[in-house]
């Protein structure tokens, strides 16, 4: 996924106003939703790391929407619901 449309949708994702239990949004628009192995999450945050040999990595930091779990996972491998 590309990382500017990432960080926008982890920004439009904190601003929704309804919450529920632990800070949850209780609707997350299907425009907002992101899929990682088969599952939908929605983004919370992005994480910028290297690796051993100097390289970037770019992290998207995902909520599961069946379950209340966080995943460190990188971009290129999530894709957006709504693509």
Do not use: W
């Not at 919370?44 to 069946?66: M, N, R, S």
């Amino acid at each position: 996924m590309d990382r500017a449309k990432f960080l926008n949708m982890c920004r439009e994702c904190a601003m929704i106003k309804q919450r529920g239990v632990h800070n949850i949004p209780l609707f997350v628009p299907d425009r907002l939703k992101v899929i990682f192995s088969g599952a939908e999450y929605y983004p919370v945050g992005y994480e910028l790391q290297f690796l051993p040999d100097g390289t970037a990595c770019h992290i998207g930091v995902i909520h599961d929407l069946k379950a209340n779990s966080v995943c460190r996972v990188e971009l290129k491998n999530i894709q957006g619901k709504a693509e």
